[in-house]
């Protein structure tokens, strides 16, 4: 049940995020960590009515609530709320049922997260930036809410901002690891997130510095060796980027070999939201009384 509730989780910060992280074209690569909830459930019945679905999604919401109404701690009924909310549009409505989730699952990050980012896609921007912060308070190698942040940041127009955040991210992990205690810390995909705000900043050349800087220190890591060759692409050394797609390739886990072949064939920036395991899973909870509507 809990790693069922897991993936749920999980999917469901990145049906929220994806139109915010796709502003920036690696942070798919960089670090999701499950497959494409919304898409796959079109994909499942692509025949299916949409009048119908609409009736079929309405029903459950109200079937939620009316548990909820009963049971307002049941955090199945509030995680299904949020899923058939989340379905039919309606994003202001995610917020009650995920702020309940947040006060009964303290020690779980990812539900503010996914408040955070329900914020930032209302407009909210102080709002999600005070929940992210507050999360990299608790756990500051927290890549989702660091992702998160770093987005928002990007979309203000405050690329400095964000790279000041990355590099005082990198500074905590040095001084964690000197005392032995950076094992929360992914300094690879800090690092690959403050490449990607150089080439958003314009500023290729420090992107690529760090490309290389991670390449030596994680040779047997395609990440870098992919997001070098996007960059080097971009900037019209075809020949050596193919080299660099070649290695990515031959690094990288069999789930993405064929994304990357499509990257280099058809000039994608980036595949299309999918799922990795790079950063950390979602951290187990406490398992909910069930309750069904």
């Given at each position: 049940?809990?790693?069922?509730?897991?993936?749920?989780?999980?999917?469901?910060?990145?049906?929220?995020?994806?139109?915010?992280?796709?502003?920036?074209?690696?942070?798919?690569?960089?670090?999701?960590?499950?497959?494409?909830?919304?898409?796959?459930?079109?994909?499942?019945?692509?025949?299916?009515?949409?009048?119908?679905?609409?009736?079929?999604?309405?029903?459950?919401?109200?079937?939620?609530?009316?548990?909820?109404?009963?049971?307002?701690?049941?955090?199945?009924?509030?995680?299904?709320?949020?899923?058939?909310?989340?379905?039919?549009?309606?994003?202001?409505?995610?917020?009650?049922?995920?702020?309940?989730?947040?006060?009964?699952?303290?020690?779980?990050?990812?539900?503010?997260?996914?408040?955070?980012?329900?914020?930032?896609?209302?407009?909210?921007?102080?709002?999600?930036?005070?929940?992210?912060?507050?999360?990299?308070?608790?756990?500051?190698?927290?890549?989702?809410?660091?992702?998160?942040?770093?987005?928002?940041?990007?979309?203000?127009?405050?690329?400095?901002?964000?790279?000041?955040?990355?590099?005082?991210?990198?500074?905590?992990?040095?001084?964690?690891?000197?005392?032995?205690?950076?094992?929360?810390?992914?300094?690879?995909?800090?690092?690959?997130?403050?490449?990607?705000?150089?080439?958003?900043?314009?500023?290729?050349?420090?992107?690529?510095?760090?490309?290389?800087?991670?390449?030596?220190?994680?040779?047997?890591?395609?990440?870098?060796?992919?997001?070098?060759?996007?960059?080097?692409?971009?900037?019209?050394?075809?020949?050596?980027?193919?080299?660099?797609?070649?290695?990515?390739t031959t690094l990288a886990p069999a789930q993405y070999k064929?994304?990357?072949?499509?990257?280099?064939?058809?000039?994608?920036?980036?595949?299309?939201?999918?799922?990795?395991?790079?950063?950390?899973?979602?951290?187990?909870?406490?398992?909910?009384?069930?309750?069904?509507?």
């Open positions: 049940m809990t790693a069922n509730r897991n993936r749920w989780l999980v999917g469901t910060v990145l049906t929220l995020a994806l139109a915010a992280f796709l502003s920036l074209s690696l942070l798919p690569i960089l670090g999701s960590n499950s497959g494409r909830k919304a898409s796959s459930t079109a994909d499942a019945n692509p025949a299916a009515d949409p009048v119908a679905m609409q009736t079929e999604l309405e029903a459950q919401a109200k079937g939620y609530e009316l548990v909820l109404e009963r049971e307002p701690d049941n955090q199945t009924a509030l995680q299904g709320l949020v899923d058939a909310r989340i379905q039919l549009g309606d994003i202001n409505g995610v917020v009650a049922p995920l702020e309940k989730l947040v006060e009964l699952n303290p020690s779980v990050p990812d539900y503010a997260v996914l408040l955070a980012q329900t914020k930032q896609q209302m407009g909210d921007l102080e709002g999600a930036a005070q929940i992210y912060r507050q999360v990299l308070d608790q756990q500051p190698g927290n890549m989702n809410a660091l992702q998160g942040l770093t987005v928002l940041l990007v979309q203000q127009e405050r690329p400095q901002a964000a790279i000041g955040l990355l590099q005082d991210t990198l500074k905590t992990a040095d001084q964690l690891q000197a005392e032995g205690g950076a094992a929360s810390f992914d300094a690879t995909s800090v690092k690959l997130l403050l490449a990607q705000v150089h080439v958003e900043n314009k500023s290729p050349d420090q992107a690529i510095a760090l490309y290389d800087e991670t390449i030596a220190a994680a040779p047997e890591d395609f990440r870098p060796v992919l997001a070098k060759a996007l960059v080097l692409r971009d900037q019209g050394d075809t020949e050596t980027a193919q080299a660099l797609f070649a290695q990515a064929d994304q990357i072949g499509q990257m280099a064939t058809q000039g994608q920036t980036a595949p299309e939201a999918s799922g990795s395991n790079i950063v950390e899973p979602a951290p187990a909870e406490p398992e909910p009384a069930e309750s069904k509507p």
